[in-house]
């Protein structure tokens, strides 16, 4: 098999710009996701089981069901419905958004469920109030057991945005099908997108290994 080259070094500003925008739709929907999911896990939490009900719906459904099922639901129904007509970027980041918010939540729950409950009662006999006593004593300590599964689940998100050239989103495996398609080669175009995907995750993994070590010491 002889490597095309010529045809890498057309396509590689579609493969940067493909990157780009894969690092981007990964980071805003991590961060939804995140401010989502503490939301949702906190409610999933709540001792009131019918406030609790709609937020174990909600984590039900978007982990039982095909992400790229969710994505087109979002592209073709929802976003139509918000905005009057689709649009790719939006879509994508909303349905990564929700699908990694039922994980998270789940991240958030069991890493606040982990901190002894002792610590709860010793701030509230400090004199704060539930909410003090979370932000300022329960999450901090809870965010350091939470660093590996939220790393984790970035990286699982970096890979699922692949799932939007199925909506035309321009992201990195959109410009391989791209030039799979135009030149009608298969090795060149997949092996360059997989590899891109490979030096993204193994990076990540490399700083939160190194992130979660700083904190374990301090």
Not at 42 to 69: C, D, E, H
Not at 167 to 177: H, M, N, P, R, S
Not at 180 to 187: A, D, I, K, L, P
């Amino acid at each position: 098999m002889e490597i095309r080259w010529d045809i890498l070094a057309e396509y590689a500003p579609f493969f940067a710009k493909g990157t780009l925008l894969t690092i981007g739709l990964s980071v805003v929907s991590i961060i939804i996701g995140c401010i989502l999911g503490l939301f949702i896990g906190l409610g999933k939490m709540s001792k009131n089981k019918w406030i609790a009900l709609p937020f174990n719906i909600y984590v039900t459904f978007f982990r039982g069901t095909p992400l790229l099922v969710q994505i087109l639901l979002v592209h073709f129904g929802l976003v139509p419905l918000l905005l009057g007509e689709t649009n790719g970027i939006t879509a994508a980041i909303t349905a990564l958004s929700l699908n990694s918010a039922a994980y998270v939540s789940e991240i958030f729950r069991a890493g606040i469920q982990s901190i002894d409950k002792g610590q709860m009662e010793a701030a509230r006999s400090l004199g704060m109030n539930h909410q003090q006593a979370m932000r300022l004593v329960i999450l901090p300590q809870a965010f350091k057991r939470m660093i590996p599964p939220l790393g984790n689940e970035f990286i699982v998100l970096i890979k699922d945005t692949s799932l939007v050239a199925g909506i035309a989103v321009k992201e990195l495996l959109y410009w391989g099908q791209a030039l799979q398609g135009q030149y009608y080669r298969v090795w060149e175009p997949y092996l360059t997108a997989a590899l891109i995907y490979l030096v993204i995750t193994f990076s990540l993994s490399l700083l939160l290994s190194k992130l979660e070590r700083r904190l374990t010491t301090e």
